[in-house]
């Protein structure tokens, strides 16, 4: 054989193994199943996308959501970026806290004098 086929017959069959569940064991007890599994629990929750949905966006340029797709009425499984059904989406982690990081930027700026005085005076104890 050569080195072509011997390199896509063996990444078929590491394929099929790791999709069967009888994977290879790459760090200690954790299989190629649980860093994929983890992977896309961790990118759900900072993204509200798991690892498919990522893919499809990539595939489609649009924005892909399996659940939301599935479990609202008003969206679609794939969606124009920055439709308005795209709007109640669940972004994840990383939305909520870029939302509070503007919301306390905005109130430090828009301060008073007053405020912000009070603010030195109790920092510094007069």
Do not use: W
């Not at 679609?76 to 308005?84: A, H, R, V």
């Not at 709007?87 to 919301?103: I, L, M, P």
């Not at 700026?109 to 030195?120: G, H, I, L, P, R």
Request: glycine fraction near 10%; proline fraction near 2%.
């Amino acid at each position: 054989m050569n080195g072509p086929t011997y390199l896509t017959i063996t990444g078929l069959m590491f394929t099929a193994l790791a999709v069967s569940g009888c994977s290879i064991p790459v760090v200690g007890a954790l299989t190629i199943n649980h860093l994929v599994t983890a992977t896309s629990a961790l990118t759900t929750a900072m993204t509200g996308k798991g690892m498919g949905d990522i893919a499809l966006d990539k595939i489609t340029g649009l924005d892909c959501r399996v659940i939301e797709g599935t479990l609202r009425s008003d969206r679609e499984l794939c969606e124009i970026n920055g439709s308005p059904a795209t709007a109640n989406d669940f972004k994840g982690f990383s939305s909520v806290v870029t939302y509070f990081e503007k919301e306390f930027s905005s109130n430090e700026f828009n301060q008073t004098s007053d405020d912000a005085s009070f603010k030195v005076d109790s920092i510094s104890g007069k």
